[in-house]
């Protein structure tokens, strides 16, 4: 099968809210990775480890998109 004749989705118009159940296991997704994050940083912030601050920082920041996410597609 001649693969240029697939035609490639344009990811500038996914319509995620199209399927319900779509938009339901997404954001139960990335609602679990959130707290699991957030689990992450409690646990860090309990530890001596050298590097905790960076990697505290680095978790927030990963949090802040997720959310952003869950905000910007309304969920």
């Not at 697939?6 to 500038?12: E, G, K, N, Q």
Request: charged residues 30%; positive net charge; hydrophobic residues 35%.
């Amino acid at each position: 099968m001649n693969r240029s004749n697939i035609p490639i989705p344009d990811a500038s118009r996914v319509e995620l809210g199209h399927y319900d159940s779509v938009r339901t296991h997404v954001r139960q997704q990335v609602c679990d990775e959130v707290r699991k994050l957030e689990r992450r940083i409690e646990t860090l912030k309990l530890t001596q480890a050298p590097h905790a601050e960076i990697i505290i920082s680095a978790y927030e920041r990963m949090i802040e998109r997720k959310r952003g996410f869950l905000q910007n597609w309304d969920m």
